[in-house]
């Protein structure tokens, strides 16, 4: 049984509750009208299962016994209103055999209810896949926007890197720079203590001046 069959068993189901209640309480007059909106819940469910092609055996089964239910309701409620010699007597006596001899504005008249709860269904399904492609849409950019993010982090990173590493040059040329100055002051320093002798003689002023500017090959 699909949806809408469903819906119709449910809202027959809730008005033969109603109609046995008003019954009971003599409420006679708005079981007419609930008999009768019965009725028309009744007829679109019908049309529903002829259109379906091979009428489903639980489909034909819960029709009929509703019609059977319908017809002995109104059967009911038509003798208590002639017992009582009540204006309202003047319900439909047909019940629900009326519905076989129904004329073609009747039958297209239900056809196009039928039809209506069929379209607000398929547009309910459709808003339904608007919300969700909105809702991917939004996912979506907000991905692009946190890759971009990231992106960006990624490039101020490598940036921050590369002055680092310039940094660091420069640092490291510095105190090659200092260092080789202090080994040559140190050195310098030393050969010229009037206590310092080399083997060879005193070291020449001109070997220690290309030492000091770093173009002296021992």
Do not use: W
């Amino acid at each position: 049984m699909n949806n809408l069959l469903a819906s119709y068993d449910s809202q027959l189901q809730s008005l033969i509750s109603t109609i046995e209640s008003k019954l009971r309480d003599g409420k006679y007059s708005e079981t007419g009208l609930d008999l009768s909106n019965a009725e028309s819940v009744l007829r679109r469910m019908e049309l529903e299962v002829r259109s379906l092609g091979e009428e489903p055996c639980e489909a034909v089964q819960k029709v009929r016994y509703y019609k059977n239910l319908l017809l002995r309701q109104r059967a009911d409620l038509n003798s208590v209103l002639t017992a009582l010699n009540d204006p309202c007597a003047c319900v439909s006596r047909d019940g629900l055999e009326s519905c076989n001899r129904a004329s073609e504005t009747t039958f297209q008249r239900e056809r196009l209810l039928s039809n209506t709860d069929k379209l607000r269904q398929t547009s309910t399904l459709i808003e339904q896949g608007r919300q969700t492609l909105l809702q991917t849409e939004e996912l979506g950019t907000g991905v692009l926007r946190s890759l971009q993010e990231q992106r960006h982090a990624i490039t101020r990173a490598q940036d921050s890197l590369r002055q680092t590493d310039s940094s660091l040059g420069q640092a490291r040329k510095v105190v090659n720079s200092v260092c080789e100055n202090i080994t040559v002051k140190s050195v310098r320093k030393a050969v010229t203590a009037p206590s310092f002798r080399l083997p060879f003689g005193i070291l020449d002023m001109r070997r220690l001046q290309l030492l000091e500017t770093g173009s002296y090959d021992a």
